[in-house]
């Protein structure tokens, strides 16, 4: 019952900015003993719940920008498929990952709205540069297990095509395909798709509809800022953890 209430919460919580929850999920079942093989599969499946919810809840407040999206998607698709096929060693990874992510939330909770004004058009350039983000985050999405809006969320804010509300629900979308893709990828290398306790469907079933309502219709973009960096800390601080905790193991058990 505890693992529920903590995974509900961390449902709620990164619902609130567009993303769903993977990197907590994985934290919080890595504390909690489940077996390292099913983590991923049902990471991954929890965030298509979420990231499925959250992209209705942004869509219908009008945020969504397919020119934003449709780049990004078509590069991370093929990406995210092979980074869940591929069983690599991931302690690494997660911590690089981990300590990139700490520092893009100093950056994000640095910047306000007026100084960080997204601009409006989307060249063909910037089009370019969405697609090879789209494959390099989609790779580490379905590597990682995690949706990827965490790594999107600052880097869109960093490249100032959106504001912070557009940028939410962008991550919103890219978390729920790259999660589809991911999940897909896991189970075309032979694996079986994931028993979910049918618990934890529902606290994040009712923690995403609470959070992403919040985010999309009522937080103003400052506050959304700052909860931004207050994710992106939690999700770097949570795959720190797991690197830790996985290197560890892997040094005893060696």
Request: glycine share 12%.
């Amino acid at each position: 019952m505890i693992l529920t209430f903590i995974i509900g919460i961390i449902a709620f919580v990164y619902a609130t900015v567009g993303h769903a929850g993977a990197t907590g999920y994985i934290a919080v079942m890595t504390l909690f003993g489940l077996s390292a093989d099913m983590i991923r599969p049902v990471a991954l499946s929890l965030n298509i719940v979420v990231g499925l919810i959250t992209t209705i809840q942004f869509t219908r407040a009008g945020f969504v920008r397919l020119e934003l999206i449709v780049p990004l998607v078509c590069g991370s698709i093929p990406a995210a498929l092979l980074g869940g096929w591929l069983l690599l060693p991931l302690p690494l990874v997660q911590a690089l990952v981990g300590c990139i992510l700490l520092l893009s939330a100093v950056s994000v909770g640095r910047v306000e709205e007026g100084r960080g004004s997204a601009t409006t058009s989307t060249r063909m350039s910037s089009k370019s540069a969405l697609f090879f983000l789209g494959v390099i985050l989609g790779f580490l999405s379905g590597l990682t297990g995690v949706g990827g809006g965490v790594f999107l969320t600052p880097t869109l804010l960093a490249m100032r095509l959106a504001d912070v509300k557009r940028v939410a629900a962008t991550s919103a979308v890219f978390i729920l395909v790259n999660s589809v893709a991911g999940l897909t990828g896991w189970i075309a290398a032979g694996n079986t798709f994931p028993k979910v306790a049918p618990r934890f469907i529902v606290v994040v079933i009712v923690g995403g509809l609470l959070g992403s309502y919040l985010g999309a219709f009522c937080l103003s973009p400052r506050m959304l800022r700052r909860c931004m960096a207050g994710v992106l800390v939690l999700a770097g601080v949570k795959l720190l953890l797991h690197a830790t905790v996985d290197f560890w193991l892997g040094s005893v058990f060696a």
